[in-house]
């Protein structure tokens, strides 16, 4: 099979794209316009991206407006994630029949689709190499997972804008694309243009790559689009710094900070379903009430219910100022001596989509600030 | 093995969690296989007499008469489950504690001194120990035939205590709060109903009352945030729960 490395495609070529991933048997997912938000769902032409908007995000903020132009990528990450069709917010991991008395366990059949994702970003590429090592590298693999990761197809973008929220500069995440995708583009749009330079990452990448129409990317392509990743950069909304962060929290375990974010957390787990990298989950068997069919389903659960950290029907986490300082402490500390990397990759989603703004930058920099970062 | 016998009581109330039950329409016939309905006057005429395996009550507390029929209840059932904001709050007849009832009955009633009422409506669990509490106004239906279940397997009902925005995360909801400044009552109210109305662009009303880690006055000082006042979180806290401790408590601190 034939493979381009590089292309240029011309917007109006744009949609043959989806053409050719639906063709192959794809089930392709793209960033759409619902409502106030801009969501991942199912797309089958370019139209059903949010052409001309952009967001506007804050802590505990989003707001959708027109752009000026008529962009598809302008905008950044919203409320879902791509986790949601990885790792799905529930799915049933076995039923179980009484047939006179045996029980017959049988898992789900493995499903018989590929997902094609189209408009994922470096932070959200970098947050499925989080949740592969969590699913699949620590020698025990999570089938549910597996399935539905097997076969997937991604096409990143880099940003061109920078969200009020993101700070994957900081995190080294982003905003430029650095590994994971099939293929990659950018969006290069201005008064007398509107195309998007590709890259392709893998042979995958490059086959479909060379079935788009377009000519060859040039040097000045190229430095077209590490000055629109650098503008970017150059733009985040927030910043973390990352240096001695794991030591600085693991120090400051009695910071009086934890008690003050606790004033203002609700409990209400919304950071950690909307993290692209959390992953916990609970198990709830159920059974008809004549006991012939049971069935036992994972759902997405959160460090800040009670019933997670629930031992012979107590919470050992019983306090606002423990569920929180767990959350933050594994996502930049505890995940380090798990998984070998933080476990954030910038996105902002939890600022944003905090109902009350709570930020963790500003929380990781206040209760640090006893043991500054020697420089 | 005998089946377990249920009974079903109606205290001050709408009758809208009881129809909950008759609403099972698929499962009803699983669950009269399962369990005798002793005593169900809203369903059928005929009655067992007790003791009953498990009642379920519904409606609050709010005359002389049923402050004494619950004790009786009580003692005739082997396990109490309460139904229902009523039941388990006060529900919206609790907006009574908060006024002189005597203003009520003159206003209402052609004949005041016919009535024998409390001044104040109340939960169940204020009067009698409860074994189980399901929440909502009304409850949902998937709930109660768990909870059903769950009686019946002898095991714990898959009840979470967590927030609504669990739900409307579960299902993709994208939050009204954050995208449209509605003000949600979600954060710091019970799930159970599936986060209903943020998916029609609502924000939660609470009628599944306090979540089990509730910090009202944290989502109060953001409502305040977003320009709502404090006699507008008077109101939204005292509806189907206002008698729920923390919503209570809340609502106490901002009326002036
Ligand atoms: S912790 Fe927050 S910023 Fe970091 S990856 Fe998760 S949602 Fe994104
Ligand atoms: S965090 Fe970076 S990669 Fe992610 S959406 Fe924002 S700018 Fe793009
Ligand atoms: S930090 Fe924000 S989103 Fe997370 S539990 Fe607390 S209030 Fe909810
Ligand atoms: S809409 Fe309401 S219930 Fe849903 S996530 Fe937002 S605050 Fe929570």
């Given at each position: 099979?034939?493979?381009?490395?590089?292309?240029?495609?011309?917007?109006?070529?744009l949609?043959?794209?989806?053409?050719?991933?639906?063709?192959?048997?794809?089930?392709?997912?793209?960033?759409?316009?619902?409502?106030q938000?801009?969501?991942?769902?199912?797309?089958?032409?370019?139209?059903?991206?949010?052409?001309?908007?952009?967001?506007?995000?804050?802590?505990?903020?989003?707001?959708?407006?027109?752009?000026?132009?008529?962009?598809?990528?302008?905008?950044?990450?919203?409320?879902?994630?791509?986790?949601?069709?990885?790792?799905?917010?529930?799915?049933?991991?076995?039923?179980?029949?009484?047939?006179?008395?045996?029980?017959?366990?049988?898992?789900?059949?493995?499903?018989?689709?590929?997902?094609?994702f189209?408009?994922?970003r470096?932070?959200?590429?970098?947050?499925?190499?989080?949740?592969?090592?969590?699913?699949?590298?620590?020698?025990?693999?999570d089938?549910?997972?597996a399935?539905?990761?097997?076969?997937?197809?991604?096409?990143?973008?880099?940003?061109?804008?920078?969200?009020?929220?993101?700070?994957?500069?900081?995190?080294?995440?982003?905003?430029?694309c650095?590994?994971?995708?099939?293929?990659?583009?950018t969006?290069?749009?201005?008064?007398?243009?509107?195309?998007?330079?590709?890259?392709?990452?893998?042979?995958?990448?490059?086959?479909?790559?060379?079935?788009?129409?377009?000519?060859?990317?040039?040097?000045?392509?190229?430095?077209?689009?590490?000055?629109?990743?650098?503008?970017?950069?150059?733009?985040?909304?927030?910043?973390?710094?990352?240096?001695?962060?794991?030591?600085?929290?693991?120090?400051?375990?009695?910071?009086?900070?934890?008690?003050?974010?606790?004033?203002?957390?609700?409990?209400?787990?919304?950071?950690t379903?909307?993290?692209?990298?959390?992953?916990?989950?609970?198990?709830?068997?159920?059974?008809?009430?004549?006991?012939?069919?049971?069935?036992?389903?994972?759902?997405?659960?959160?460090?800040?219910?009670?019933?997670?950290?629930?031992?012979?029907?107590?919470?050992?986490?019983?306090?606002p100022?423990?569920?929180?300082?767990?959350?933050?402490?594994?996502?930049?500390?505890?995940?380090?001596?798990?998984?070998?990397s933080?476990g954030?990759?910038?996105?902002?989603?939890?600022?944003?989509?905090?109902?009350?703004g709570?930020?963790?930058?500003?929380?990781v920099?206040?209760?640090?600030?006893?043991?500054?970062?020697?420089? | 093995?005998?089946?377990?016998?249920?009974?079903?009581?109606?205290f001050?109330?709408?009758?809208?969690?009881?129809?909950?039950?008759?609403?099972?329409?698929?499962?009803?016939?699983?669950?009269?296989?399962?369990?005798?309905?002793?005593?169900?006057?809203?369903a059928?005429?005929?009655?067992?007499?007790?003791?009953?395996?498990?009642?379920?009550?519904?409606?609050?507390?709010?005359?002389?008469?049923?402050?004494?029929?619950?004790?009786?209840?009580?003692?005739?059932?082997?396990?109490?489950?309460?139904?229902?904001?009523?039941?388990?709050?006060?529900?919206?007849?609790?907006?009574?504690?908060?006024?002189?009832?005597?203003?009520?009955?003159?206003?209402?009633?052609?004949?005041?001194?016919?009535?024998?009422?409390?001044?104040?409506?109340?939960?169940?669990?204020?009067?009698?120990?409860?074994?189980?509490e399901?929440?909502?106004?009304?409850?949902?239906?998937?709930?109660?035939?768990?909870?059903?279940?769950?009686?019946v397997?002898?095991?714990?009902?898959?009840?979470?205590?967590?927030?609504?925005?669990?739900?409307?995360?579960?299902?993709?909801?994208?939050?009204?709060?954050?995208?449209s400044?509605?003000?949600?009552?979600?954060p710091?109210?019970?799930?159970?109903?599936?986060?209903?109305?943020?998916?029609?662009?609502?924000?939660?009303?609470?009628?599944?009352?306090?979540?089990?880690?509730?910090?009202?006055?944290?989502?109060?000082?953001?409502?305040?945030?977003?320009?709502?006042?404090?006699?507008d979180?008077?109101?939204?806290?005292?509806?189907?729960?206002?008698?729920?401790?923390?919503?209570?408590?809340?609502?106490?601190?901002?009326?002036?």
């Amino acid at each position: 099979m034939t493979t381009s490395q590089t292309k240029v495609v011309e917007r109006v070529d744009l949609g043959i794209l989806i053409d050719l991933l639906a063709d192959s048997g794809y089930d392709v997912i793209g960033p759409t316009k619902q409502d106030q938000t801009i969501v991942y769902r199912p797309i089958s032409a370019i139209d059903d991206l949010p052409i001309g908007w952009t967001d506007v995000q804050d802590g505990g903020s989003y707001r959708l407006v027109r752009r000026d132009d008529s962009a598809l990528f302008g905008y950044v990450v919203g409320p879902h994630s791509w986790k949601s069709y990885l790792f799905p917010p529930r799915s049933v991991l076995l039923t179980i029949e009484n047939v006179d008395g045996e029980l017959i366990f049988t898992p789900p059949d493995a499903p018989d689709r590929r997902y094609a994702f189209i408009g994922i970003r470096a932070c959200e590429l970098a947050a499925i190499a989080i949740q592969d090592r969590v699913f699949l590298g620590s020698g025990q693999v999570d089938t549910t997972y597996a399935n539905n990761r097997a076969g997937l197809f991604t096409v990143g973008v880099n940003c061109a804008v920078a969200g009020g929220t993101c700070f994957c500069a900081s995190m080294k995440t982003g905003p430029r694309c650095l590994a994971g995708y099939d293929l990659v583009l950018t969006e290069v749009l201005d008064e007398s243009t509107h195309h998007f330079v590709f890259e392709a990452g893998s042979d995958a990448g490059g086959e479909v790559l060379h079935q788009l129409p377009g000519r060859d990317a040039t040097e000045a392509d190229f430095a077209r689009v590490a000055a629109i990743v650098d503008d970017t950069a150059a733009h985040m909304g927030r910043s973390m710094d990352t240096r001695r962060v794991r030591e600085d929290i693991y120090t400051n375990r009695d910071s009086a900070h934890w008690d003050r974010v606790a004033e203002r957390c609700l409990s209400c787990a919304n950071c950690t379903l909307v993290c692209p990298t959390c992953f916990c989950s609970t198990t709830e068997d159920t059974a008809s009430l004549d006991a012939a069919l049971g069935q036992r389903e994972r759902r997405w659960d959160s460090c800040f219910t009670l019933d997670f950290s629930g031992l012979h029907g107590h919470p050992v986490r019983e306090t606002p100022t423990a569920r929180y300082r767990q959350w933050l402490t594994h996502k930049l500390a505890t995940w380090q001596d798990q998984f070998d990397s933080i476990g954030c990759v910038g996105c902002g989603r939890c600022i944003t989509w905090c109902p009350v703004g709570i930020d963790i930058t500003h929380e990781v920099a206040a209760i640090r600030t006893r043991s500054e970062v020697p420089a | 093995m005998s089946k377990p016998k249920l009974a079903v009581w109606k205290f001050a109330s709408c009758d809208g969690c009881q129809l909950s039950l008759l609403d099972c329409e698929d499962e009803l016939l699983d669950i009269v296989g399962a369990i005798d309905i002793a005593y169900f006057p809203e369903a059928t005429r005929a009655e067992l007499p007790g003791p009953y395996d498990v009642s379920l009550v519904e409606g609050s507390v709010t005359t002389p008469h049923d402050a004494a029929r619950i004790q009786e209840i009580r003692k005739l059932s082997g396990t109490l489950i309460t139904i229902g904001a009523c039941a388990t709050a006060g529900g919206i007849q609790a907006l009574r504690n908060w006024a002189d009832v005597d203003d009520f009955l003159s206003i209402v009633y052609a004949h005041p001194e016919y009535l024998d009422t409390l001044e104040t409506s109340t939960p169940i669990a204020d009067h009698v120990p409860v074994d189980f509490e399901l929440r909502g106004c009304p409850i949902s239906k998937v709930q109660l035939i768990e909870v059903i279940s769950a009686f019946v397997q002898k095991r714990k009902p898959n009840v979470p205590g967590h927030s609504v925005c669990v739900e409307c995360k579960l299902r993709g909801t994208s939050c009204v709060m954050v995208a449209s400044a509605i003000p949600c009552l979600g954060p710091v109210t019970q799930a159970g109903c599936g986060a209903i109305c943020p998916a029609f662009d609502r924000g939660c009303y609470g009628c599944f009352g306090p979540a089990e880690s509730p910090n009202v006055i944290a989502l109060g000082d953001w409502w305040k945030s977003l320009g709502i006042e404090d006699d507008d979180l008077v109101r939204a806290l005292r509806t189907f729960n206002s008698y729920a401790p923390e919503f209570k408590e809340a609502s106490a601190t901002y009326e002036r």
